[in-house]
């Protein structure tokens, strides 16, 4: 599945790479300063193989000033013919590898590339190639026609085992890239059980014979006590599923769980929005993240224990559909009185966590575009938690990763906001808005003792417009943070 071929070439083999290639952008970064812009290492390197200033390349374009959203590029000549020189602003400091992975991210190469951005921080290789790898992602109507490939060879002297980097940045990228691409397909493509499929297919293609997948029916959701997951998909002609992941292995169990709304209509409370109806195609983004993560970790090595729980269903109005004030039961036991069906996401994972908790996981993770992710904006997702320790190694990971999440606090006294007389708790707040704050609240019931983090990617999963360095539309998030949660890079 992967359409990027990903290379690796020291500085002294620049010239020859480029003697290579006859249609080529070579990425070339720029840093700001008091006196303007000033070059870096990979400035410095084609000054000496090609003999451009690429500082005063830039100069020539008034737009640029070097700050991190910059770009400009001109035509140079090179050892086989025109290269176009694609210049990136940087800031004004050396690059981390998270502002290098942004960087790379945003250039976008639609054909074969050279990029010189790993040269300007050390340990900065795996962020360059996941940032271009992910940044030629573009979305294919026909996701089963064969990929253009994509070339991309990456100037470095910093990495010593540069081939371990490198295929970790291939399986990281070619997974954000599908999770991408299934939260963009049209929701009459994407019903439950062409996800399952989808799933399915990941798993055959990415880590053969190391992940399970078993798809539960009706009937054994209504044996296993999936009731919120039921009532969610009730609505709908595409009838709900439930997708079960599992790596076999020794030790403690690491359990999982994702919402899978195919589509969000709102249900009986319809959305009003008909913009937001418009993109809640992505309302699955959470258990393509999580799906992706289970079977990129396996493919990158992951031998300890992993299960993990994908409800997936269409929330539709309709004779049949969920209403307000019913009462939904779940695995465990537990009861929720309905008061909004536009709260759907936490019912069906209501149903996925009593059910994990039941299986003593030691630790359990659930991800869901359920709110504004707490209000951190696009550039991050906002997590709730049981235990310090997990919410730290998770969000530890989203950094490594270039993922980045936010610990936000997580108060009992919430839940007094949450009353029901007829079920053990309500799914929304008769009298507040909602929030994440309650989303987080009213899932922290279904897990008992077992150290456990939500996180919420509602406000960073699915982008309306363009947020530098990410263009509007799906970015994968938080799939690289979960991958380095199961299976980190040594």
């Known amino acids: 599945m992967t359409d990027v071929s990903m290379a690796r070439c020291w500085p002294n083999e620049f010239g020859q790479t480029l003697a290579r290639h006859r249609d080529v952008d070579v990425i070339v970064g720029l840093f700001s300063g008091p006196r303007g812009v000033r070059g870096g290492r990979g400035a410095a390197l084609l000054g000496e ?26 035509m140079v000549s090179g050892p086989s013919g025109p290269l176009r020189v694609v210049i990136v602003g940087l800031g004004h400091r050396v690059g981390s590898p998270h502002e290098l992975f942004d960087a790379a991210l945003a250039t976008n190469p639609g054909r074969a590339i050279v990029s010189t ?27 089963n026609a064969p990929a253009k490939q994509v070339p991309v060879e990456l100037v470095d002297d910093f990495a010593i085992d540069a081939s371990s980097i490198l295929a970790r940045a ?14 963009e397909m049209p929701p009459n493509s994407m019903r439950p059980s062409d996800f399952a499929d989808a799933v399915k297919a990941l798993a055959n293609d990415v880590a053969p014979g190391a992940v399970a997948v078993d798809i539960w029916d009706e009937s054994t959701l209504r044996a296993r006590g999936f009731g919120g997951t039921l009532a969610v998909g009730a609505g709908s002609a595409h009838p709900p599923l439930v997708i079960e992941l599992r790596i076999e292995g020794h030790g403690p169990s690491t359990a999982l769980a994702g919402k899978g709304i195919t589509f969000d ?105 359920l709110t504004d992710s707490g209000a951190v904006g696009p550039a991050f997702w906002g997590c709730w938690a049981t235990s310090g320790e997990l919410a730290a190694a998770v969000v530890d990971a989203g950094s490594r990763a270039y993922d980045p999440g936010w610990v936000l606090p997580l108060h009992p006294s919430y839940a007094s906001m949450l009353p029901s007389r007829v079920a053990d708790i309500a799914n ?36 309306e417009r363009a947020a530098p360095p990410w263009p509007a539309g799906a970015t994968g998030t938080p799939v690289r943070a979960l991958i380095e949660f199961l299976h980190p890079f040594a």
């Open 170 to 183: 291939t399986v990281v990228a070619a997974v954000t890239r599908w999770v991408r691409q299934l939260v």
């Open 428 to 463: 929304a707040s008769p009298d507040e808005p909602d929030s994440g704050q309650l989303a987080a609240t009213y899932l922290r019931t279904f897990v008992g003792d077992v150290p456990w983090v939500h996180i919420d990617n509602g406000s960073a999963a699915w982008l």
């Open 265 to 369: 209509s709102g249900g009986i409370n319809l959305k009003r929005d008909g913009g937001e109806l418009s993109w809640m195609k992505s309302d699955m983004a959470a258990a393509a993240s999580v799906a992706a993560a289970v079977i990129a970790s396996a493919a990158l090595g992951r031998t300890a224990p992993v299960v993990a729980i994908l409800p997936a269903a269409e929330n539709m109005p309709g004779g049949t559909a969920l209403r307000p004030g019913d009462v939904l039961s779940h695995p465990g036991g537990r009861t929720t009185e309905v008061l909004d069906t536009d709260c759907e996401g936490r019912l069906v994972l209501a149903d996925a966590l009593g059910w994990l908790a039941g299986q003593g996981p030691s630790q359990l993770v659930d991800v869901g575009t």
């Open 117 to 143: 951005l790993s040269l300007e921080a050390d340990d900065a290789l795996g962020a360059v190639a996941q940032g271009h790898a992910i940044g030629a992602w573009r979305y294919r109507r026909d996701p």
């Open 49 to 74: 193989v090609l003999g451009v200033d690429v500082v005063e390349l830039a100069a020539a374009d008034p737009d640029f000033d070097g700050g991190p959203s910059a770009r400009s590029t001109a």
